[in-house]
C-alpha cells in the first residue's frame, strides 16, 4: 500500500515589514480548494487550523476579514477583528451562517483571560458567535494528519469523473466500506481508489473516522 503523499497547501512563508518570521508572528498563504482564494496566515497555527476547517464539507469559505466589534477593554472601548469568519453553508432553503473564530496558543488564551472574556461578552450582546481555538484542539492527531491527506485530494476537477463513477459503482448497495475493498472488484487501481474515495470525502458524500490514521483498511461510509 503506498504511503500518503502531502502536498503543502501553504505557500511559503514571507516577510512583512521588514521582520523577520518566527513562532510568534509570521506570513504565509494557505491555498483553499473551496473556492480558490489564498487565505492569509498569521503565526504556526493558522495553517494546521485551515486543514481542519477545509476537510469539512459543511464549510462553504474562510473569510479572511471578518466584521470587527467594539469591547470594552476596562480601560477604553477597542476594536477586535477575528483571525476568520468561517462561512457554514445553511440548510437546504436557508441562508449560510458566520462563525467568527481566533486561534491562539494555551498560553495566549490563559495570559489574557479577562480580555477574551470581555470580547465573548461583546459578542453575545450582539447577537454574534465567536469560538476560540488553541494549539491542544488543532494539533491533536491523528486528526490533522487525515485532515491533510483528504485535502491533498479535495477540489472539483481534481479527479478524473471516470475514477469517480467506478468508486459508486463499485460501493454501491454499501453503506459501509474500505479502500481495499474497492480495489478489490478490480475497477481501479490503489491509486486511483485513494484519489476519488478521498476527494469524494472532501466533497460530503463518504466520511471516515478521523480518530485513526487513514488506510486501504479504514471504515469509509456513505453520509445519508
Request: charged share 25%; with cysteine; hydrophobic share 40%.
Amino acid at each position: 500500500m503506498p504511503s500518503a503523499m502531502f502536498v503543502p497547501a501553504v505557500v511559503k512563508a514571507t516577510c512583512r515589514n521588514g521582520t523577520p518570521p518566527s513562532r510568534i508572528s509570521h506570513y504565509g498563504w494557505f491555498s483553499s480548494h473551496k473556492d480558490g482564494s489564498m487565505i492569509p496566515t498569521k503565526g504556526t497555527l493558522a495553517a494546521p487550523f485551515l486543514e481542519l476547517v477545509h476537510m469539512q464539507p459543511e464549510i462553504r469559505r474562510v473569510d479572511p476579514e471578518p466584521e470587527p466589534i467594539l469591547f470594552w477593554s476596562g480601560k477604553g472601548w477597542e476594536r477586535y477583528r477575528a483571525m476568520y469568519g468561517i462561512v457554514r453553508k445553511g440548510r437546504r432553503g436557508a441562508v449560510d451562517r458566520t462563525v467568527d473564530v481566533e486561534v491562539l496558543t494555551d498560553l495566549e488564551l490563559a495570559r489574557d483571560k479577562a480580555k477574551w472574556k470581555r470580547i465573548r461578552q461583546a459578542y453575545r450582546q450582539d447577537n454574534r458567535t465567536l469560538l476560540i481555538f488553541t494549539n491542544h484542539a488543532i494539533l491533536s492527531e491523528p486528526r490533522l494528519t487525515n485532515a491533510m491527506i483528504v485535502n491533498t485530494q479535495a477540489g472539483s476537477g481534481l479527479i478524473p469523473r471516470a475514477d469517480i463513477e467506478a468508486v459508486l459503482t463499485a460501493t454501491q448497495g454499501s453503506l459501509t466500506f474500505t479502500l481495499n475493498e474497492v480495489v478489490a472488484k478490480g475497477v481501479l487501481s490503489y491509486e486511483q481508489a485513494y484519489g476519488a474515495v478521498l476527494n469524494m470525502v472532501a466533497s460530503g458524500e463518504f466520511s471516515f473516522a478521523t480518530d485513526r490514521l487513514f488506510d486501504g483498511d479504514t471504515p469509509v461510509s456513505r453520509r445519508r
